[in-house]
């Protein structure tokens, strides 16, 4: 199953390169943000909203940077 979207961008919840934050987690939410230094989110917290409020899952649309992860 492809995930890629129109543009070839992957997005952020299937990309290979998102890791755990655990500076940013606490004991009832885990960060998650961008591993690629290619990226322009690069060090981004992808499950946090532009008026920082924390989500409960990867919610970001990805950029042209993005790989597939292998364990879909």
Known sequence: M???KQNNQIRCKYCRFVKEDKSMSNRFWTAYEC???ES???KSLLNVDPQGNKLGKITWSG???GERSLAE
């Open 63 to 65: 950029c042209l940077f």
């Open 2 to 4: 492809t995930i890629k």
């Open 40 to 42: 322009p989110y690069y």
């Open 35 to 37: 591993g690629n230094f």
